[in-house]
């Protein structure tokens, strides 16, 4: 049962455009989401987070938008750099007392110059 | 800048072979996670460390998966034996606390093939 769905495999944008990737989740009680990075032959990197609290947050060119009562997340890359190329996961956990984060299976990012 | 190191970058090995990883986290970072990435899938997390102890393995493949922490610092993951199926990524990843809200920092990953 995949809890966090990440629906499109692949997106390509033309630098300078604005990139929309997308994520959905089925399970109601995760109340913290995040987003990573990941380069090829390197570790995943943490990009940006949101709480089920808020229902936007910004960090420079980034921004994750959280639509609670449709389960769904987004993030916003603008404007879109060839160096924004990469795979990016979502990832989801609820607040057990630990973090246990879920991750989609991610979208791999293609910005052309 | 610190980083998460992980040994060896690459392995392959035979079926039915026991293999290993090791993991070394950003110094004092007493979280420390082991995750395994199948191709075209997300990281998976297969056990988290508290200092030594164990927070969660629940999605361990106990029959066949070890990990330990000993003295709460490096870590290491075994496979035996090695089937087919195991082969992946497996990444490691460290975070100052374990609550939700901090960071994790993962390694490059150990890619694993059986063959």
């Not at chain 1, 629906?7 to 990139?19: A, Y």
């Not at chain 1, 808020?54 to 916003?76: C, M, P, Q, Y």
């Not at chain 2, 990281?43 to 988290?48: A, T, Y």
């Amino acid at each position: 049962d995949q809890q966090v769905k990440q629906n499109s495999p692949s997106l390509s944008v033309q630098e300078g455009r604005i990139s929309i990737l997308n994520c959905d989740y089925t399970n109601s009680m995760f109340d913290y989401f995040l987003w990573y990075k990941k380069y090829p032959a390197e570790g995943p990197t943490f990009l940006i987070s949101i709480s089920s609290i808020k229902d936007k947050n910004e960090d420079g060119r980034f921004t994750v938008f959280l639509n609670k009562s449709a389960k769904h997340l987004s993030l916003h890359i603008v404007p879109s750099q060839p160096g924004d190329s990469a795979v990016y996961f979502c990832a989801a956990s609820q607040n057990t007392g630990f973090q246990k984060l879920v991750f989609g299976t991610g979208t791999r990012l293609l910005v052309s110059p | 800048e610190a980083e998460v190191a992980q040994s060896p970058r690459y392995k392959i090995t035979e079926k039915s072979q026991a293999v290993a990883f090791w993991c070394d986290p950003i110094s004092g970072h007493a979280t420390l996670y082991w995750y395994r990435q199948i191709l075209g899938q997300g990281p998976e997390l297969l056990v988290q460390f508290q200092d030594e102890s164990v927070v969660d393995d629940s999605q361990l493949p106990k029959d066949r998966f070890s990990a330990e922490r000993l003295k709460g610092v490096d870590s290491t993951l075994k496979i035996q034996p090695a089937e087919l199926g195991d082969s992946a990524m497996y990444l490691c990843a460290s975070s100052s606390d374990l609550r939700v809200g901090y960071e994790q920092y993962f390694g490059p990953g150990t890619r694993l093939t059986v063959t």
